[in-house]
Nanobody
Framework: QVQLVESGGGLVQPGGSLRLSCVAS????????LGWYRQAPRKQRELVAV???????NYADSVKGRFTISRDNAKNTVYLQMNSLKPEDTAVYYC?????????????WGQGTQVTVSS
């Protein structure tokens, strides 16, 4: 069983920055693809950014150039650096860990951390 614990959310003014962290326990962290998702009120959860076990990254078009995902396997931690934040970035941000091979497919979610961008 994998446990994911997010931190770093909060209230920030437009144009500001936040760094989210997600610490994982109970797994071989380095083999997982890790992602950040977000869900705004009355909207579906959407992918924000993902980083593979080989550190290949992919981003939603809405955050490209502003957000950066990274991982530190030694610390079992994945980060999301968010710069130039906009009010439309307001959402609950969730950490995700996923592993697939020919035999199994597993996915885990954190409990979420609130990010509010407002003046």
């Amino acid at each position: 069983q994998v446990q994911l614990v997010e931190s770093g959310g909060g209230l920030v003014q437009p144009g500001g920055s936040l760094r989210l962290s997600c610490v994982a326990s109970g797994a071989i962290f380095s083999i997982y693809t890790l992602g950040w998702y977000r869900q705004a009120p009355r909207k579906q959860r959407e992918l924000v950014a993902v980083i593979t076990s080989r550190s290949n990254t992919n981003y939603a078009d809405s955050v490209k150039g502003r957000f950066t995902i990274s991982r530190d396997n030694a610390k079992n931690t994945v980060y999301l650096q968010m710069n130039s934040l906009k009010p439309e970035d307001t959402a609950v941000y969730y950490c995700n860990a996923e592993y697939k091979d020919d035999l199994i497919a597993t996915t885990y979610w954190g409990q979420g951390t609130q990010v509010t961008v407002s003046s």
